[in-house]
């Protein structure tokens, strides 16, 4: 298995980056996808064990797993059969990986509901083809350049929201804020999910301040008696209404 050289980093305020739990015990593999899922502008989640890996899917949301067949715990196998039973994680793109190449073990895989099936050794620049073209097929919001709902316009080329025609001024992480609940309409993120995913996993800071920049969202994009999008769900978290511009 190659390297790849390192892309270009990332500008950090740009669309947030895939989610990638990889979740393999052979550490030298995984050590190596993930530098090159990084180095492509990936996040990254590492666990050894399948076991782990439901623990850290429950805790987390990501927007694909490279699961091992062969896993101390429970097998990938029946992680990935798991996942598929479960309404939250039906939709969730598994690459599988395994050192079985029989065409009867790659059916099987699949049929346990793997979206793609990779044979050790492989090629890691042909992984991380596969791997873009998943997420391009299962997450289109990821990759379209504008995001609507109602009378909000959120344009990522340009970096700027619009609301009934008129420009909503907000700063770098309340921009983030919109752009990631404007993905998933009505789903409910926690307040630690929303410190991940828009400030990212390394970011030191209390809880609270996700109150803070969703006031200061509210207050740029409600005017007079406009309608509020962002809705606020007690002791779970927020999330982006997904009746906003429906009635």
Request: proline fraction near 5%.
């Amino acid at each position: 298995m190659s390297e790849t050289k390192p892309a270009p980093a990332r500008d950090a305020t740009q669309t947030r980056p895939p989610h990638v739990l990889i979740v393999e015990d052979e550490q030298a593999l995984a050590l190596l996808l993930a530098y090159n899922l990084e180095a492509e502008g990936y996040v990254v989640d590492r666990v050894e064990r399948g076991d782990e890996a439901e623990m850290r899917i429950a805790e987390t949301t990501h927007d694909l797993v490279i699961l091992d067949w062969m896993l101390p715990g429970v097998s990938g196998l029946e992680i990935c059969r798991r996942l598929r039973a479960r309404e939250e994680t039906r939709e969730l793109p598994i690459i599988m990986l395994t050192a079985r190449g029989e065409e009867a073990e790659r059916v099987r895989g699949l049929s346990v509901g793997a979206d793609d099936y990779v044979v050790k050794p492989f090629s890691v620049p042909e992984l991380m083809a596969r791997v873009r073209s998943l997420l391009r097929r299962a997450k289109p919001e990821r990759i379209a350049n504008r995001l609507k709902a109602g009378d909000i316009d959120l344009d990522r080329e340009t970096r700027r929201v619009r609301r009934a025609g008129r420009d909503i001024h907000l700063g770098p992480t309340e921009f983030r804020l919109l752009e990631f609940l404007l993905e998933k309409p009505g789903r409910v993120f926690s307040r630690a999910q929303l410190l991940d995913f828009v400030w990212g996993t390394a970011a030191e800071i209390d809880e609270r301040t996700v109150d803070v920049h969703v006031g200061r969202l509210r207050k740029a994009l409600v005017r007079g008696r406009e309608k509020d999008p962002i809705r606020t769900v007690r002791g779970a978290g927020y999330s982006f209404d997904e009746t906003f511009g429906k009635n």
